[in-house]
């Protein structure tokens, strides 16, 4: 109990400037994209998943590499007790939705468990105050497949269902790992439930 109080203030205090424009407090920019479950498009919409309670927005690299692979894992692992703390989960990258439908259908990834959306022209990440580098020419997945879109930050957002930033973690700032973003914003969720 005592780790989780400590995550949730450091997550709370953590408003480091210059890695995202958001702070906690502030609401969270409303967005509809394409997105994938289980392999197949649908259009998500924040507003609508905060009508059901917090969603965590994680925004990462690109599917197929090794710490996004990792992250969507142990989000997929742990998807139980997000949905135990009445938490949505959406992962956001500037991947094409077609390389999304085959990595959130992945067993060894989004196993079918949460969706992904497509920001191929970065609006949803610059609203969020994100910034993206573009891939190195000749780079591949761990498919072997070329990547050409640019590469989010790894940095994750916990909403809270009344719309604003709860939490704000981000790998650039903080130095943590795809699986901290995990643990950390399910110890938030679990707050934010009474958990």
Request: glycine letters at 8%; proline letters at 5%.
């Amino acid at each position: 109990m005592k780790r989780t109080i400590a995550v949730l203030a450091l997550g709370l205090a953590m408003t480091v400037a210059g890695w995202a424009e958001l702070t906690p407090g502030q609401k969270a920019p409303t967005f509809t994209a394409e997105a994938s479950l289980a392999g197949k498009d649908f259009s998500f919409s924040l507003e609508k998943a905060l009508a059901k309670g917090p969603v965590v927005v994680y925004f990462f690299p690109s599917a197929f590499t090794q710490g996004c692979d990792l992250e969507a894992h142990t989000f997929a692992t742990d998807k139980d007790q997000f949905t135990a703390a009445g938490a949505t989960i959406i992962g956001v990258s500037a991947d094409s939705i077609q390389r999304l439908n085959a990595f959130s259908s992945a067993p060894s990834y989004c196993a079918g468990k949460f969706p992904v959306a497509s920001d191929p022209h970065l609006k949803i990440a610059t609203d969020y105050g994100l910034t993206a580098g573009q891939a190195r020419p000749g780079m591949k997945d761990v498919r072997g497949v070329a990547i050409d879109h640019p590469f989010i930050e790894r940095t994750t957002f916990v909403v809270g269902k009344d719309g604003k930033v709860v939490s704000i973690f981000s790998s650039a700032a903080q130095h943590i790992s795809p699986e901290e973003h995990v643990a950390r914003s399910l110890a938030v969720v679990q707050h934010l439930a009474g958990k």
